[in-house]
């Protein structure tokens, strides 16, 4: 899985009869210190996750499972709301949505 | 498998149920010799790994679900291995 913030989200009127009634978010993948690393990707989401948060996302046959027996196509699906990681003198707390 | 080395830990409540009670682990690929070598990947932690560990990282879903022992778990990359010591040359 890999460390990311959402960035917005995509709506696409037509598309795959499995991909109805599921939000597509735009997810920017994260390098342990916050800062973006490498390329944004259209992610569908699993956990109700919203613009601006900090999740993670896994890729491949795999991220169709959270919706099984659902055959979704979909290659990146967001299966975590992040509260707060630690890495070395990184890390951080996921910004502003969870209240204590 | 890679060789890698735990560099942080992630806490998330709200998450996929067939991941619930899964430590999850930031794991940054490396070289036998130790050289951080590709992104940071978050597994899941099947071997009780510790931040600072030098550790096998798996980075294939089915087998990741496996080693979690959960079916159809949504994982692409699990710790499965903590590594004593790594011998190169002839």
């Known amino acids: ?100 | 498998m890679r060789l890698g080395r735990v560099v942080g830990t992630v806490v998330a409540t709200r998450k996929s149920a067939r991941l619930d009670g899964a430590k999850l682990l930031l794991v940054e690929a490396m070289t036998a010799g130790g050289v951080p070598s590709g992104p940071v990947t978050l597994a899941v932690d099947a071997a009780q790994a510790g931040v600072g560990d030098t550790v096998l990282l798996l980075l294939e879903g089915r087998a990741a679900g496996a080693a979690l022992g959960r079916r159809a778990a949504p994982v692409d990359a699990a710790v499965v291995g903590i590594v004593d010591a790594i011998e190169t040359g002839s």
Do not use: C, Y
Request: no cysteine; aromatic share 4%; hydrophobic share 40%.
């Open chain 1, 1 to 100: 899985m890999q460390l990311a913030r959402i960035v917005g989200t995509v709506v696409a009127t037509r598309k795959d009869d499995n991909l109805r009634g599921l939000k597509l978010l735009l997810v920017q993948p994260l390098a342990p210190d916050g800062r973006p690393s490498g390329r944004s990707l259209v992610g569908v989401d699993a956990v109700g996750a919203g613009v601006g948060e900090t999740v993670f996302f896994v890729r491949g046959r795999e991220a169709s499972f959270p919706f099984l027996p659902r055959q979704v196509p979909t290659d990146a699906t967001v299966v975590g709301s992040v509260d707060h990681w630690s890495a070395g003198a990184a890390g951080g707390r996921a910004p502003g949505e969870k209240q204590a």
